[in-house]
Nanobody
Framework: QVQLMESGGGLVQPGGSLRLSCAAS???????GAWFRQAPGKEREFVAA?????????YYGDSVKNRFTVSRDNGKNTLILQMSSLKPEDTAVYYC????????????????????WGQGTQVTVSS
């Protein structure tokens, strides 16, 4: 069993930065892990994913490309999302997710690919 716990959310002004962390217990992110977000009244949206033993394969949603960076600290069993140039439309609850196996790359954007989810952390971008 895997338990995931996000941290680092909060209130930030437009243009600012925020760093989210997701600590895993029970297993590691060595196969693949991801971040999703969900705004009120909207479906859960893919943000970023990372896979590979060295974490060298990264994928991003179109709306966050070139602004967000996903990384992994295997030693600390932690998934990280560094967010910069934040916009009001980035406001949402952010969730980390993990799974095991070898899904095809395109499926990493799908909620159904992931077996384990954190409880979410709120990110609010507002002046």
């Amino acid at each position: 069993q895997v338990q995931l716990m996000e941290s680092g959310g909060g209130l930030v002004q437009p243009g600012g930065s925020l760093r989210l962390s997701c600590a895993a217990s029970g297993r590691t992110f060595e196969t693949y892990g991801a971040w999703f977000r969900q705004a009120p009244g909207k479906e859960r949206e893919f943000v970023a994913a990372i896979r590979g033993a060295g974490g060298g394969m990264k994928y991003y949603g179109d709306s966050v490309k070139n602004r967000f960076t996903v990384s992994r600290d295997n030693g600390k069993n932690t998934l990280i999302l560094q967010m910069s140039s934040l916009k009001p439309e980035d406001t949402a609850v952010y969730y980390c997710a993990a799974g095991f196996g070898s899904p095809i790359s395109s499926s990493l954007r799908l909620v159904s690919t992931y077996e384990f989810w954190g409880q979410g952390t709120q990110v609010t971008v507002s002046s």
